[in-house]
C-alpha cells in the first residue's frame, strides 16, 4: 500500500502562482512516476503532468510553460509549481503514484485549487 498525502492548495488570483507538494509513504515501489492529475466540476480527471523516479516528465498542453513538476527522492515528495495562474485551472487537484513495473495506481484525497480573475 502506498499513502499519498497532499497540501498546498488554495485561492490564487490569476497570474497568480501555488505550490503543491505531495508526500508517499508507505511500499515505495522503484521505479516509479509520480504525477498530478485535476478535475473541474462537471468534468473527467485529466493529466496535468507526471515525472519519473528517473526525473523524465510529462506535461498537459495546457500547462506547458506554466507549470512545473519536481520530485525529491530522498523525501518520495512531488512538487507542482503552478504559474501564471488562469481560471480554468480551478479543479481538485490529484496526486498520483504508480510503479513503473505495476498497474495499480494511487491517489491522494485532493486539494483544491480555484483561481479567481
Known amino acids: 500500500q502506498v499513502q499519498l498525502v497532499e497540501s498546498g492548495g488554495g485561492l490564487a488570483q490569476a497570474g497568480g502562482s501555488l505550490r503543491l507538494s505531495c508526500a508517499a509513504s508507505?511500499?515505495?515501489?522503484?521505479?516509479?512516476?509520480m504525477g498530478w492529475y485535476r478535475q473541474a466540476p462537471g468534468k473527467q480527471r485529466e493529466l496535468v503532468a507526471t515525472i519519473t523516479s528517473g526525473g523524465s516528465t510529462t506535461y498537459a498542453d495546457s500547462v506547458k510553460g506554466r507549470f512545473t513538476i519536481s520530485r525529491d527522492n530522498t523525501k518520495n515528495t512531488v512538487y507542482l509549481q503552478m504559474n501564471s495562474l488562469k481560471p480554468e485551472d480551478t479543479a481538485v487537484y490529484y496526486c498520483?503514484?504508480?510503479?513503473?513495473?505495476?498497474?495499480?495506481?494511487?491517489w491522494g484525497q485532493g486539494t483544491q485549487v480555484t483561481v479567481s480573475s
Open positions: 508507505g511500499s515505495i515501489f522503484s521505479p516509479n512516476v
Open positions: 498520483s503514484f504508480r510503479g513503473l513495473l505495476q498497474t495499480r495506481i494511487y
